[in-house]
């Protein structure tokens, strides 16, 4: 059985940092694309960054410069550094992966608040 268990949301201000972290079980992580999706209220999910396998990163225009997404193969584990967080950041985080198909976590909230 895959599991995706994603943690490190929370509330912070505009400008603050937050670390999400997502653990995953059940698949070959190491030959795992994985990802961060978000989907805030009344909008559609979108991809905030990714990573191959191989390690090779991309960011969503809205993430360049402030997130950072990390792998740990020998802890089976995806981070997404978020630094210089904005309003606008606010949503539901996801954790993606995709062996031979697509999996989700359960979402974890991130909220930017003054």
């Known amino acids: 059985q895959v599991q995706l268990v994603e943690s490190g949301g929370g509330l912070v201000q505009p400008g603050g940092s937050l670390r999400l972290s997502c653990a995953a079980s059940?698949?070959?992580?190491?030959?795992?694309?994985m990802a961060w999706y978000r989907q805030a209220p009344g909008k559609r999910r979108e991809q905030v960054a990714r990573?191959?396998?191989?390690?090779?990163?991309n960011y969503a225009d809205s993430a360049k410069g402030r997130f950072a997404i990390s792998r740990d193969n020998g802890k089976n584990t995806v981070y997404l550094q978020m630094n210089s967080l904005k309003l606008g950041d606010t949503a539901v985080y996801y954790c993606y992966a995709h062996w031979t198909q697509d999996y989700w976590g359960q979402g974890t909230q991130v909220t930017v608040s003054l």
């Open positions: 990573i191959t396998s191989g390690g090779i990163t």
């Open positions: 059940g698949i070959p992580f190491s030959s795992s694309v």
